[in-house]
């Protein structure tokens, strides 16, 4: 039995391991990753544009938090119809970074993006020639929202801000330091230094949301012209052009005492203006409605929005559909039917969606008491279910406009028609696939793979030929003429934008992270194991090459309670950027790693019997694949990871060592916790709400508040059982995060048991560390953690380069 154990061991490392002869990965590896951002076809199919961020290390400056590697970024346009190389759309400045945004109505320019020094200016770029005219306006990223969109061929409408305005995409990490200094400065004068916060009735102290302008940049005449101002979050412009609909910020949601809070509620109430693009006139309809994000449509004549909305002021109201008139009037709809609730990982996401199909808003809702999703059209004569003879639709449609709706069910894919009844258009077995758009934006056009023939289907129920990417790569973009732009990516990390074209050979546009090619990884390994209710489950393990049956390896587990690994999670894989957890250089150091599957039901309490689940991954990857180590088992976590680290490690003794980075460790005050950028950045990142959502109805999973079941959050605290952690703990915590008294809390309490921990805490840092400084700093010292807690693991010393700051290594640094 062991002799057979070992020859599947041999098969399986000789079919899952890269080049044998390949060196070890590298922290300099990880921090020279590049990526693809976003790729799309003009309008006309004649170009394609796609981002390219440089090497991560290179970045201008890391304070942008997630969008540092925007910072790098490059623009590459490529002439599908002429061919030839990409080339570099705009000049490149190496201080900043370029991104795009919509394209023109005639297809001939494209809205550019530069970010440098905190500003993020809007730009217009004609993309024969790469000529570039800079609008003076900054906007914010279009990561939920529009910011920035087309009027005509010469007219763009932008939601601008001045470069200080506060702003959660754009300052969070620098605003909330720039502050914080600023208000100490003033402290030193002897001036004003605080801030003023407020709950019930004091709920008017609070700050309000940060005040934007509506501007209208006319590319010919190059200037631009300001037409409001406000709190402006979204918009969305009316068929005729004249008219653009604003989603502005209001008030705080404020919680109400009982129920359960959801991680997914706005933060501020929001609000509908209309602004004549012309005269620059408002219209106000339904004052009190409070708005649901990215679900309105302007009707074809211009004159009413549906939208998806709620006028009752109790924080667990739901959202129904109304029309809004241009003329200022409200009219509620269809009352019976209700926007619903979908949960989405950690959060319970309101769903609807609004088109218009001739006369008639068609909305996908719920009818009140029941669970069932069903696309209705809202005639005057009442509301009509289009979809009820069909399975249930699964999530909003995959395209829509005025031709149209292209809706996924079970039933197969199905299109609702202007005028006539719905039909199935394919069967379930075929994976169709909408365009990557900005927000906002609904796909018109839908892309399949049918045994190797892809095959376009438009709204209008219309078909085409077009190009089929290998199943493999990660589609980007396709055209209307059938053209599709893929990334492949190798085994090692190596990324290749590549385009297809129908009848013609795929054509390698640009290659990205090639020195990955030398670099030996490892790839998953699958374990089989079941789970707590008995259900079958799989793991993944990572094994270094000369992993060998007769060995005690040690192991790191990398665990995140409430996920399920069906597919090896591709932010472990060769190239991730921001991996969690570094599984590669684990490897690359001589560790096995496991990342498990750990599914947690619905009202289960996520730290019930987590070191058993845990350790039965483990038992069962040591019976299915030799010489892993009994005894020499970690836990490292990032995140709720974190929070899973070290709640296992309070359940058993076999674990001998806990990393745990921006853990939750009490719930009881993460509940309640605010963010520094909160206290900091009030305008924009203040919620009465968000925490509590987290441990309430979210991640947390405790389904009340901390009085209304405070054993169920004591049971699930890692800090309230640190007396029964027996390992040695690692701690890494940046100074921007949630709340720092999730580490300081949990260290000062081993350290009053005489216990063995250690706390990493690095000023300038939000959740996740990003800083190439700070990252090779974590790293060398989790890995001499790992190393005096488990003894070595016979892994190569190369892979750690000793990180430098102002030319003094930190290795040689003492803990600040």
């Known amino acids: 039995m062991r002799f057979s154990a070992g020859l599947a061991l041999a098969c399986a490392l000789a079919a899952g391991q890269g080049k044998a002869d390949g060196r070890p990965f590298t922290m300099n590896d990880q921090l020279a990753l590049e990526d693809f951002g976003r790729v799309a076809f003009s309008p006309d199919g004649r170009w ?42 705009l000049a490149e400045d190496p201080k900043a970074g370029d991104t795009f945004g919509e394209f023109s109505p005639d297809g001939a320019r494209v809205l550019v993006f530069r970010l440098k020094d905190h500003r993020r200016e809007v730009g217009v770029a004609v993309m024969a020639t790469g000529e570039v005219t800079w609008s003076g306006l900054t906007a914010d990223p279009e990561i939920w ?19 200080d305005a506060p702003s959660m995409l754009l300052g969070g990490g620098w605003q909330t330091q720039a502050r914080t200094q600023a208000a ?27 005040d934007y302008a509506l501007a209208l940049f006319d590319v010919e005449q190059r200037q631009a012209r300001v037409l409001a101002h406000g709190a402006f979050l979204d918009m969305l412009i009316s068929p005729d052009r004249k008219t653009v609909a604003l989603s502005r910020e209001a008030e705080l949601t404020a919680p109400e005492d009982g129920g359960v809070i959801r991680l997914s509620y706005p933060h501020r109430r929001r609000r509908l203006l209309l602004v004549d693009l012309d005269t620059g006139s408002t219209a106000r309809p339904c004052p009190a409605c409070d708005l649901a994000q990215n679900m309105w449509a302007w009707s074809p004549d211009s004159k009413t929005i549906v939208a998806a909305a709620r006028d009752q002021p109790g924080f667990n109201a739901t959202y129904g559909y109304w029309r809004l008139g241009a003329d200022g009037k409200a009219t509620p709809l269809a009352s019976q039917l209700r926007v619903g609730l979908v949960s989405a990982g950690n959060m319970a996401v309101p769903t609807g969606q609004t088109v218009w199909l001739g006369p008639d808003p068609v909305v996908l809702a719920q009818p009140e008491g029941s669970k069932r999703f069903d696309w209705w059209r809202l005639t005057v004569k009442g509301p009509i279910n289009l979809t009820a003879s069909f399975e249930p639709p699964l999530g909003t449609a995959l395209a829509a406009d005025a031709k149209g709706v292209l809706i996924s069910t079970a039933s197969g894919l ?39 023939r892809g095959r376009l289907v438009s709204t209008a129920g219309t078909e085409g030929l077009a190009a089929a990417p290998p199943k493999e790569a990660g589609l980007r973009a396709f055209s209307s003429k059938g053209d599709a732009a893929a990334v492949l990516k190798d085994e090692h990390g190596v990324k290749t934008l590549t385009l297809y074209r129908p009848r013609t050979r795929s054509r390698a546009l640009v290659t990205i992270n090639a020195g990955l090619a030398e670099v030996q990884f490892s790839r998953p390994l699958a374990v089989k194991h079941s789970g707590k209710s008995g259900e079958a489950l799989t793991s993944w393990l990572y094994l270094p090459a000369d992993h060998k049956a007769g060995d005690d390896r040690p192991i790191v587990v990398v665990p995140y309670t409430g996920e399920r690994y069906d597919q090896p999670p591709a932010y472990f894989m060769p190239g991730s950027v921001f991996p969690t957890v570094n599984v590669q250089l684990l490897v690359a150091q001589g560790y096995a790693v496991i990342a498990p599957s750990l599914p947690v039901a619905p009202a289960a309490e996520p730290a019930d019997g987590l070191a058993d689940a845990i350790l039965g991954v483990v038992d069962s990857a040591r019976a299915q694949y030799p010489g892993l180590s009994d005894t020499r088992l970690a836990l490292w976590g990032q995140s709720f990871g974190g929070w899973s680290a070290l709640m296992a490690g309070s359940q058993s003794p076999r674990f001998k060592a806990l990393v745990a980075t921006a853990p939750a460790t009490d719930l009881t005050t993460f509940h309640s916790a605010l963010r520094p950028v909160a206290l900091a950045v009030p305008e924009v990142a203040m919620s009465l709400t968000n925490m509590a959502g987290w441990a309430e109805g979210g991640q947390g999973r405790m389904g009340a508040p901390p009085w209304g079941a405070p054993e169920r959050y004591a049971r699930n605290s890692p800090l309230l059982h640190a007396d ?93």
Do not use: C
Not at 194 to 207: D, E, I, Q, S
């Open 48 to 89: 394609l544009i796609a981002e390219r961020y440089g090497p991560f290390k290179d970045a201008p400056n890391f304070d942008h938090e997630a969008y540092g590697h925007q910072g790098g970024s490059r623009l590459l346009i490529t002439d599908v119809q002429a061919g030839g190389a990409p080339r570099n759309l």
């Open 145 to 163: 929202t529009a910011q920035a969109r087309w009027r005509n061929d010469h007219q763009v409408v932008v939601i601008a801000r001045p470069p």
């Open 184 to 210: 100490w400065a003033a402290s030193s004068r002897g001036d004003y230094s605080g801030v003023t916060l407020g709950a019930g009735r004091y709920a008017r102290v609070n700050p309000g949301p940060a």
């Open 414 to 452: 199905v299109r609702l028609p202007p005028q006539g009844a719905p039909r199935v258009l394919a069967p379930p077995t075929v994976q169709w696939q909408p365009a990557r758009l900005l927000p906002g934006q609904a796909a018109t056009l839908l892309l399949a793979d049918q045994d190797g």
């Open 724 to 816: 029964t952690i027996t390992a040695p703990v690692l701690l890494a915590y940046g100074d921007m995060d949630f709340d720092t008294t999730q580490v300081t809390a949990m260290f000062m309490s081993l350290s009053r048991q005489g216990k063995d921990v250690e706390l990493l805490y690095y000023r300038g840092e939000n959740h996740q560390i990003i800083g190439p400084a700070n990252v090779r700093d974590l790293y060398q010292r989790a890995f001499a953690f790992l190393a005096d807690a488990l003894g070595s693991a016979s892994g190569p010393d190369t892979t750690i380069a000793p990180a430098r700051t102002s030319g003094v290594a930190v290795e040689s640094r003492p803990s600040q």
